[in-house]
């Protein structure tokens, strides 16, 4: 099969998309497949291909910090260019089908799918609608809490509003809050909130970016995630911090985290942790062709609350969806493959 492998694009989380890509397309080669790797935000989008059963693909690095804006809309205008017209529009209609390592911006928002469901481009990962759904946390929490999932009170500070408006200022007053883009991925720009002035200098940073602020109750307890492939809940991880939020430093560096899988918890807590994630997977409009990742964090009194679904989660030799799929028994291969079966039915 000849698979197209799109990865890189334009967000703060390029540098694990091209690192998700490279371990994707070894994967891939592992198995048998005709591979081509693209960047389409790259100024050279063919990174290598076609690559064939035997060839080997290098594994990158994430780099400390995520990239700036400035670099970010110099690609953003490189990617819309590749994707609407020219040879990298001409190498997805020849492809069997398109492998999706995009993570974040474009890449998970739902305009790339969208624009291969224009094309009738078979590709992995859940539709546009359903990607739109999830990206927004605040509009994904107002589903998920309709659905009857546990949810925190959320509230937003918009680009155009003034001073803290009153349900932000109440969160804080309340306690300590987390404060993070409403649309981004790779917990980039996460902060914990003490009091409204450190409030104000943080979103200075991320509203002159013309991105809502979401601010929420910081939950103190235990960090879970769950990943849904296909119709199959894998098995539950922990996530065991040693800095106060899980930022993306703390995300892609050594030694800020540790992560366990299978979760030492009780049977019955996992299974609760394992329903709620397919039932949030299914309510944002994932479909049984489609994966998810869904995060928890519980609350003082040791409850789990749902902070958000993520329609494109990491795919590198580290990232959380791996290693819940060696816990199911799975190899990276595995993974990489039965997800690409997905697309193709």
């Known amino acids: 099969m000849r698979v197209v492998i799109l990865c890189g694009g334009e967000s703060s989380e390029r540098d694990v998309s091209l690192a998700s890509g490279r371990s994707v397309a070894q994967a891939l080669l592992e198995r048998g497949h005709e591979v081509v790797l693209v960047d389409p935000a790259a100024a050279v989008p063919v990174l290598a291909g076609p690559l064939h059963p035997g060839d080997t693909v290098d594994e990158i690095g994430v780099a400390k910090e995520p990239p700036s804006l400035s670099d970010q809309q110099q690609w953003r205008q490189r990617m819309y260019a590749a994707l609407t017209g020219g040879p990298v529009l001409d190498l997805l209609r020849g492809a069997d089908a398109v492998f999706l390592a995009l993570h974040g911006g474009w890449g998970e928002d739902g ?17 546009s609608a359903a990607c739109a759904a999830a990206w927004h946390k605040g509009r994904a929490q107002a589903v998920l809490g309709a659905a009857g999932l546990p949810v925190v009170e959320r509230a937003l500070w918009r680009p155009g509003d003034g001073d803290v408006p009153e349900n932000v200022a109440r969160l804080v007053a309340a306690g300590p809050v987390v404060a993070k883009p409403a649309a981004d991925g790779s917990s980039v720009s996460v902060y914990r909130i003490d009091s409204l002035s450190q409030l104000r200098q943080v979103s200075s940073e991320v509203r002159s970016r013309g991105v809502e602020l979401l601010v929420e109750p910081f939950l103190p307890g235990r960090e879970f995630t769950v990943a849904v492939v296909g119709d199959q809940v894998l098995p539950v991880i922990e996530i065991e911090l040693t800095t106060p939020v ?6 892609y560096q050594p030694g800020a985290v540790s992560e366990v899988c299978p979760a030492h918890v009780p049977a019955a807590f996992a299974s609760r942790l394992q329903e709620v994630a397919l039932h ?10 489609s994966y998810s990742r869904t995060d928890f964090r519980c609350d003082s009194g040791g409850e789990p609350m749902c902070l958000e679904v993520n329609a494109l989660p990491g795919l590198t030799a580290t990232s959380l969806l791996p290693l819940a799929a060696t816990g199911a028994g799975w190899t990276y291969p595995d993974l990489v493959q039965h997800i690409l079966d997905l697309a193709m039915h």
């Open 246 to 251: 899980w930022d993306y430093a703390a995300k």
């Open 280 to 289: 949030a997977h299914r309510a944002l409009g994932f479909d049984g062709d």
């Open 111 to 127: 305009h790339v799918q969208m624009l291969l469901e224009m094309a009738d481009i078979p590709f992995t990962g859940a539709g």
